[in-house]
């Protein structure tokens, strides 16, 4: 969320109520689009190899995993995700404010999107696990493939919920507003001690989570 506060913060300085959505929306759309095809490709692996009783296992056991790192950092304060060093993020912001200055609205959007992936991309492993345990859970449940996509949209919507809630309330008010870091750190341990019983029945009762 840190490149899309920025951004917000940047399209609130600018006059052209059009250009701003449409930023924004870009931004939203492209975080949507490749964290969708990331769970397509990770769901589809695990729908090659099947509902092996090791692989559920080993889902589980990443879910406890995953987990127990949640519920750690939310009690030791710990809420920033450190895979982007500083300079590299220096750059990116630097970049960023360069594509919102961009008098062609077009190359502006490009970039805006491409830049989204990119980093979307690099920081995927800072909230890795829960994506991939909702795949193998729905790898381990007999369904059509329309079913196990429109889970995946399902997915994407609650994940950007929060986001686009952000941007909705900054742009309507034109006021800068972001989660505070009690926020997070409550999403953290409430989402660690999911995965934490996801895993065990995952582990010990797996046909609880089966999908219908």
């Known amino acids: 969320m840190w490149v899309l506060v920025f951004l917000v913060g940047l399209l609130l300085g600018i006059s052209d109520r059009r250009r701003m959505w449409l930023l924004a929306g870009t931004f939203l759309l492209a975080t949507a689009g490749v964290y969708f095809l990331f769970l397509a490709a990770w769901l589809n ?48 912001l630097d970049r960023l404010r360069a594509l919102v200055l961009e008098p062609n609205l077009v190359v502006s959007m490009l970039g805006v999107a491409l830049l989204a992936i990119a980093v979307n991309l690099v920081e995927l492993i800072c909230s890795a696990g829960i994506p991939a345990v909702y795949t193998g859970i729905l790898a381990q449940s007999d369904l059509s493939a329309a079913s196990y996509y429109g889970y995946l949209g399902l997915y994407i919507l609650v994940f950007l919920a929060d986001d686009a809630a952000l941007v909705v309330i900054a742009m309507t008010t034109l006021k800068m507003v972001s989660a505070d870091s009690g926020y997070s750190r409550w999403v953290r341990l409430v989402g660690g001690l999911v995965m934490l019983a996801l895993g065990a029945i995952l582990i010990a009762k797996p046909q609880w989570l089966a999908f219908a």
């Open 45 to 92: 692996v695990l729908l090659i190899l099947g509902a092996l009783a090791w692989l559920r296992v080993v889902i589980g056991v990443l879910a406890i995993g995953a987990g127990g790192h949640y519920v750690r950092e939310a009690l030791r304060r710990e809420q920033v995700c450190e895979v982007t060093q500083p300079g590299r993020r220096r750059k990116i």
